[in-house]
């Protein structure tokens, strides 16, 4: 067993980095959620119509703008729709020989040449259709299917006026029921579900939308350029500085802080470095200037480091020096290895990609450099906590052995394969540990 | 009668640019009080100061990192009328400000109820706004993303992990082998989390293709998932919309600031100058400083962690430095004349690359490119004039890194490896049988 003091810290850590993995996965299931559903066939109530340029004319069941029916009025309409159905099956039965071309059916199973990508039963449907508001402001046109030679013509769809004028012209808007409630039945020329394979490319964004996003693009360019000083700019920068400096004489205490700025600045020098190291310890020099000159730039980058290593100790020296004032206990500040946090201001910057290949080698990649460097953290967190541990306890009985070989595993085989230990006894006993 | 109206400057022009300036920023920024709130505070009214608190609350904590940790109660109508802020959170308030350089210490010697400071808390929004540009910075942040966004830069993909769940704290003492179980379970999660991005992608490629011809945008070509979804969902298109153009009121509002603030700046002298001086060094004792702080928010550990990886680097140098050196030494020899001139224009040269890798960070800027997250847009291969990075510059970039990360861990194994080494070295009667080699 691990001592207490360290156990916390260990387990404290590990949780911490499953955690943040837990996050990435949220996040990762939500878009896949997302964009799985973009791509099975839509709900037909959410199926749109291009807007009014040229597309092929999509029927489909449109939602009412009337008010939603209530849940029991749906019930009802199920069981007329039922009763109808049976209506139908039966005349089917008994008039086959007449029926020819009588290719409308309801949606309960008859031989519909239609082919049905979906065929949500008729209640949910009609909930479906329900969707709040009225005719929807965008490009988005749900006209209205009346239903065509339905026998007995007993039961029409009623349409809001303005949507007939889409639609198969075939159909009558018979006036029949005017019923406020929806009746949603059969749709002859049944709609194919729309799906983003088959018909994408026909999708267009709504009006109201670009006009926003393009003003919003136009206001963003506004800013960045304004960042480039004109007049008023220059007197406005003069201004702030001279009141940062009036804030600073203001106030009592001696002007002389750390700027974390510096700290990011070595941060970041450091991982420069390393990298260019990197590149050169692993460089195959094939004659003697390539030589010559690795050899030239990795003095160089040692010179770098002691300066770099130089200017950390003259800041460490200043900070013992300050004596803390009265301030709360902040929060601990996570280093950014992009050294300094994100640019203040937007700008539209593109990632283009050709093959889904590449973006997959892209997004593996990213993630890959990210568990690496989780790892080399937690591989310091451990070495820190676990090495001084083995060192202190004495009695090399088993349980320190053991203790060993787990620490072996964690520490050097990143926890995923174990050595073995074998006592290397003579053939007579000796006394167990 | 009346006098004749001469052609002056209108004194209510001048008058109105104040409130005007006050009411632009009280736009842009989130959560703003009225510019009424921003007067009475000039003079220290108490009705001011709770406003002001829960404006400095809001826009400190989208710009760092662990205000998740700090509970938030959203403001819902207006800021005046909403709840009052919560201790915890005015601390945090003045632990950031700190963090950040503010020097003053009337600040800190607010109570912490939040109920009084309103003039105080004026200067401090002040003092944010003059050291950099805090609504744009704001508006950034909180920028409505209508494309499929990747970062592609070095920063973490891995965020802070969000609000810690209720965690029940480890009871104490644990055996290794829950260390061991812990380590495994963090591998499976990496596992799923590779193979559910490889799926992401490649719905993504779908929809991209599937979609393309259909953007107004020509640069773009085609949808993103954001913008799918909102023609198959009117109702969430219509919250993106109102929110894209709640963000434009706001730039707006950002864009006539800028044009008008020099007029706030004016002011803010005004009541810096009805501020009684600050004692000069204050008479408190100087507390200990404990590991974890430091002068302007530096913790020791953070300095420490630094040092000690540039102390290992500087001894991976030395090591290879005298390696190279040596072997130098020894092939040295039979070059002419012609060598020293050669070995000039390397030198030349090689310091000349140096100084530029240290250009890199000495300078504000040391990326090429301004990073943040992209907008993928799928493309026809190196069609020229695309401006954009391409995905095959980022994985060289990437690569590079992973390259450096994996020779680090395994500096760092090889280092444990040693250092257990010596320590069951002490022990005879025992081999180590190495696990194979992969």
């Not at chain 2, 002419?336 to 690359?353: C, F, I, K, N, S």
């Amino acid at each position: 067993m691990l001592p207490a003091e360290c156990s916390r810290r260990l387990v404290a850590e590990l949780r911490d980095a499953l955690d943040s993995c837990a996050e990435l996965q949220r996040q990762l299931e939500q878009s896949l959620r997302v964009s799985r559903r973009l791509l099975r066939a839509w709900e037909p109530a959410e199926t749109p119509a291009p807007e009014p340029t040229p597309g092929p004319e999509i029927n489909e069941e449109a939602p009412s703008s009337a008010c939603p029916p209530s849940p029991q009025d749906l019930k009802e309409l199920e069981l007329l729709t039922q009763a109808l159905e049976k209506a139908v099956r039966v005349r089917k039965g008994l008039s086959k020989a007449g029926e020819g071309v009588k290719a409308h059916s309801l949606k309960s199973g008859s031989t519909s040449p239609a082919t049905r990508a979906s065929a949500p039963p008729s209640t949910s449907h009609c909930a479906g259709s329900c969707a709040p508001g009225t005719k929807p402001p965008r490009g988005i046109r749900h006209p209205w299917v009346p239903a065509k030679d339905l026998p007995g013509r007993r039961l029409l769809l009623v349409g809001d006026g303005a949507h007939m004028g889409k639609g198969a012209g075939a159909n009558k808007p018979e006036a029949g029921l005017r019923d406020q409630q929806i009746i949603p039945q059969a749709a002859p020329p049944v709609p194919e579900a729309f799906t983003l394979k088959d018909k994408g490319a026909l999708l267009r964004l709504p009006e109201a939308f670009r006009k926003a996003a393009s003003r919003n693009a136009r206001l963003w360019a506004q800013l960045s350029s304004m960042q480039t000083g004109d007049s008023v700019d220059a007197a406005a920068a003069t201004a702030k500085t001279q009141f940062l400096q009036k804030m600073q004489t203001a106030a009592g205490q001696p002007g002389s802080r750390l700027s974390s700025a510096e700290v990011g600045r070595l941060q970041k020098a450091c991982s420069l470095l390393r990298l260019r190291m990197r590149e050169e310890l692993t460089a195959d020099p094939k004659d003697w200037t390539q030589e010559y000159r690795s050899l030239l730039t990795l003095e160089g980058l040692q010179a770098l480091v002691g300066q770099c290593l130089h200017r950390l100790q003259e800041l460490r020296s200043a900070v013992v020096e300050q004596p803390q004032g009265p301030w709360p206990e902040g929060p601990p500040r996570a280093a950014s290895p992009c050294g300094g946090g994100a640019d203040p201001m937007w700008s539209p910057q593109l990632l283009l990609y050709s093959s889904t290949e590449e973006l997959q080698t892209l997004a593996a990649l990213r993630l890959r450099v990210a568990m690496l460097d989780q790892q080399v953290h937690l591989e310091k967190v451990l070495m820190a906590e676990l090495l001084p541990l083995l060192s202190e306890q004495e009695p090399l009985g088993r349980p320190w052995l053991a203790l060993c070989r787990a620490a072996h595993c964690l520490l050097c085989e990143g926890g995923q394969r174990f050595l073995t230990v074998l006592r290397d006894e003579p053939a007579d006993r000796l006394s167990p540990p | 009668m009346g006098r004749r109206r001469r052609r002056q400057p209108d004194p209510a022009d001048a008058a109105r640019a104040l409130p005007e300036a006050i009411a632009a920023l009280s736009r842009t920024l989130p959560a703003a009080p009225s510019p009424e709130i921003f007067r009475r505070a000039k003079f220290d009214r108490p009705e001011a100061a709770p406003a002001l608190w829960r404006l400095l609350f809001h826009v400190l904590s989208p710009l760092s990192a662990d205000s998740a940790s700090v509970s938030f109660t959203l403001v819902d109508g207006p800021p005046e009328l909403a709840s009052p802020i919560a201790e915890a959170q005015v601390r945090w308030v003045k632990s950031v400000l700190h963090s950040q350089g503010y020097p003053r210490l009337a600040l800190v010697q607010l109570q912490d109820d939040g109920s009084q400071g309103g003039r105080e808390l004026l200067l401090a929004l002040a003092w944010l706004l003059a050291r950099g540009p805090l609504p744009e910075r704001l508006l950034t942040q909180s920028h409505v993303r209508l494309g499929d966004e990747m970062p592609v830069c070095e920063c973490e993909a891995l965020a802070s992990p969000g609000p810690p769940a209720p965690r029940v704290e480890a009871e104490g003492s644990v055996d290794i082998r829950h260390l061991q179980w812990l380590m495994g379970k963090l591998q499976l999660r990496w596992r799923n989390l590779m193979a559910g991005q490889q799926e992401q992608c490649a719905l993504l490629g779908k929809i991209h293709s599937y979609t393309r011809g259909c953007h107004s945008d020509r640069s773009l070509g085609h949808l993103s998932v954001t913008e799918t979804e909102l023609l198959r969902d009117p109702e969430g298109g219509r919250q993106l919309l109102q929110r894209l153009e709640t963000e434009n009121a706001r730039l707006e509002a950002a864009l006539e600031w800028r044009h008008r603030e020099l007029v706030f700046w004016r002011w803010m002298d005004t009541v810096l100058d009805t501020c009684p001086l600050e004692a000069s060094p204050p008479t408190f004792l100087p507390r200990i400083p404990e590991p974890g702080a430091g002068a302007a928010g530096l913790p020791v550990r953070e300095l420490q962690a630094l040092q000690e990886e540039l102390q290992a680097l500087q001894e991976e140098l030395r090591k290879a430095v005298e390696a190279r050196r040596a072997a130098w030494q020894a092939a040295v020899g039979g070059h002419g004349p012609e060598w020293r001139a050669a070995r000039r224009a390397l030198q030349v040269a090689v310091a000349q690359d140096l100084a530029a890798l240290q250009w890199a960070w000495e300078q504000g800027k040391g990326q090429a490119r301004p990073h943040g997250p992209r907008r993928l847009v799928r493309t026809e291969a190196r069609v020229p004039g695309r401006l954009g990075l391409w995905a095959t510059e980022a994985t060289e970039a990437l690569r590079a890194r992973e390259a450096c990360l994996e020779a680090m861990l395994h500096q760092l194994q090889g280092q444990c490896r040693q250092e257990l080494a010596r320590l069951v070295g002490v022990r005879p009667g025992l081999i180590w049988v190495p696990p194979p080699a992969r």
